[in-house]
Nanobody
Framework: QVHLVESGGGLVQAGGSLRLSCAASGGTFSRYAMGWFRQAPGNEREFVAA????????YYGDSVKGRFTISRDNAKNTVLLQMNSLKPEDTAVYYC???????????????????WGQGTQVTVSS
C-alpha cells in the first residue's frame, strides 16, 4: 500500500508559478510510475503529467506542455510538478498518483493508477 500526500497548492495570479510536491510512503517508490491529474468542478479528472519509475521519461497532457515540468527524487520518495505561466483554466484540485506500469502508448487515465493522494487546490486568478 502506497500513501501519497500532496502539498504546495494555493492562490496565484495568472502568469505566475507554483510547485507541487507529493511525498510517498509505504512502498518501493522507485518501482512506480508517478502521475499528476487535476479535476475542476463539474469536470472529469484530467491527466496532467507522468514520469517513469527511473525518471528518464516524461509525458504531458497537451494543455500543459511547455509550461509544466514533472520530476522525481527516488532517494527522497518525492515527485514534483513545477507549474509556470499559469492560466485561470489551470484552476483545479491536483492529485498525485502511483501506478505499476508507465504508459506512453495512450493518454493515461485514472484506471492506469493504483494509489491516489487526497489532492491540493490550485487557484489561478485572472
Amino acid at each position: 500500500q502506497v500513501h501519497l500526500v500532496e502539498s504546495g497548492g494555493g492562490l496565484v495570479q495568472a502568469g505566475g508559478s507554483l510547485r507541487l510536491s507529493c511525498a510517498a510512503s509505504g512502498g518501493t517508490f522507485s518501482r512506480y510510475a508517478m502521475g499528476w491529474f487535476r479535476q475542476a468542478p463539474g469536470n472529469e479528472r484530467e491527466f496532467v503529467a507522468a514520469i517513469s519509475p527511473s525518471g528518464d521519461s516524461t509525458y504531458y497532457g497537451d494543455s500543459v506542455k511547455g509550461r509544466f515540468t514533472i520530476s522525481r527524487d527516488n532517494a527522497k520518495n518525492t515527485v514534483l510538478l513545477q507549474m509556470n505561466s499559469l492560466k485561470p483554466e489551470d484552476t483545479a484540485v491536483y492529485y498525485c498518483a502511483a501506478g505499476k506500469i508507465y504508459y506512453t502508448s495512450h493518454l493515461p487515465t485514472t484506471s492506469d493508477y493504483d494509489y491516489w493522494g487526497q489532492g491540493t487546490q490550485v487557484t489561478v486568478s485572472s
